[in-house]
């Protein structure tokens, strides 16, 4: 009997949507599993026993009117969700998503596309209970402060795992860090890094200059989607912490202080999911010769974060079962743009598979 991995999911949006067909497609995919083929979008297929299809979901909330109610096979599809569909025949997963408190997590941009569902909100505490989640993955859109830490005291006092894949910060947090270790819980994130996102991309790149010993002199990425997260960022009164996030994953990659511009920039409606990333470097190298760099990265946004969570929910099951408690330093430094401690991307990865392998306490 295999073990099952028990997870509920905050926000029914693209990358939920990502993150469940992605399970069904391994789990359909027996081709997927082949050592060749190990290496498609996971760290490993088989991850210290686990599969993706060992992800059970068993409980997701939302507030959309088009999404609360309906299995959450069907919720996935539904407007405005706009990512791409890898599974043709989703079978249903016997979880209704239920309605939870709207708080802060639509803005005045999303509040244009999204109807708040009719009918009260469930208690989250009570329904993390009920339904045995080991783990909440967290969803919501960016800028919902209140929201998130909504959910993060929900999953206190239900004696849940809060797994953070957005730009808010409780696992980087010491005040939140201290209540998840006080409760003998764990916590990691915060913001998830994609497989091959800009900010894996661009702290790559800042390092290889760095390290060949060229003086970099500024550097910025833009970055631009036609999805409803892209929608929601136009507001930027609620990009401060996803801008945070995202800089200081590239600027702690140089020993110096570079001058850098790297957020969200604009919403392209016909861009739907995709998301299209420009990243320009400009530096010097010997004889202060200048030198610049220019890249476009063109990705489907949500699956590009499914496998780094699917890695993510394994590696927290792993710490679950071996009672660690408090933040996931190496899990998060690996998975995540904004973890409690910052590494270079070579190193977070040895970090997490010594932890997978049981030789790192976190
Ligand atoms: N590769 C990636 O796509 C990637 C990478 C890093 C971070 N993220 C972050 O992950 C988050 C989710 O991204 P997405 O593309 O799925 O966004 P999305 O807008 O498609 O989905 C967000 C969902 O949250 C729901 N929601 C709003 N308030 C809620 C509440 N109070 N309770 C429950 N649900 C609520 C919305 O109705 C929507 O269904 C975003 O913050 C995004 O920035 C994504």
Known sequence: M?????????????????????TRYYRNNPEAAKPENDWIGL???????????????????????TKVGKDLSEAIFAKPNNTVQIVKDMDKTGVKVQKAETLDGIGKHLSQKVKIADGPAV??????????AEMLLCYLPVGSRRAVQYYAESCLDAGCAFVNA???????????QQAFAGRGLICAGDDVMSQLGATVVHKTLV??????????????????????????????DRLEDKRISK????????????????????????????????????GQYFGGIPVELDVKLKVVDAYNSAGVMIDAVRATKLGIERGISGPLESISAYCFKHPPVQMPYAVAKANFLEFVAGKRDR
Do not use: H
Request: charged letters at 20%; proline letters at 5%; aromatic letters at 10%.
């Open 2 to 22: 295999r073990r099952k991995i028990k997870v509920a999911i905050a926000g029914v949006g693209n990358c939920a949507s990502a993150l469940v067909q992605g």
């Open 43 to 65: 760290t490993a297929y088989n991850l210290a026993g686990m599969e993706p299809s060992d992800i059970e979901f068993v409980a997701a909330f939302d507030v959309g009117s």
């Open 123 to 132: 208690n989250v505490t009570q329904a993390l209970k009920d339904s045995g």
């Open 166 to 176: 957005i730009p808010v910060f409780i696992a980087s947090t010491p005040k939140w």
């Open 207 to 236: 390092k290889l200059f760095v390290d060949r010993g060229v003086k970099i002199n500024e550097t910025y990425q833009l970055n631009i989607g036609g999805d409803m997260d892209f929608y929601n960022m136009l507001d930027e």
């Open 247 to 282: 800089t200081s994953a590239v600027a702690a990659m140089a020993p110096y202080e570079v001058p850098m511009r790297i957020g969200p920039s604009d919403f392209v409606s016909f861009l739907e999911n995709d998301k299209v990333c420009y990243i320009s470097i400009k």
